[in-house]
């Protein structure tokens, strides 16, 4: 049974219950080049592996751009 997300502000379907790092590699996203927003808290990478999607969430992905 999916469940729907929002990603970025907008609706994201997710067919299987996964955790942040599963669904981060599934978007071919390497966890260390960003920062995870979950219903307005932002994540400890740490806690990718335990932190599992369920329907309704709202995640923010914040990627850090270098430059001069």
């Known amino acids: 049974m ?7 502000g907008k ?3 997710v067919e ?3 955790d942040i ?3 981060l590699e599934t978007l071919k ?9 979950r219903n307005r808290n932002i994540l400890h990478r740490g ?3 335990s932190v599992v999607l369920k329907d309704g969430d709202e995640l ?3 990627r850090f751009v270098g430059g001069g």
């Not at 999916?2 to 970025?8: G, P, Q, S």
């Not at 996203?29 to 927003?37: F, H, K």
């Open 2 to 8: 999916a469940i729907h997300i929002k990603l970025n």
């Open 11 to 13: 609706t994201h379907a």
């Open 16 to 18: 299987h219950r996964m």
């Open 21 to 23: 790092l599963s669904f």
């Open 29 to 37: 996203v390497p966890p260390a080049s960003v920062v995870v927003e």
């Open 47 to 49: 806690m990718f592996d």
């Open 60 to 62: 923010e992905l914040i």
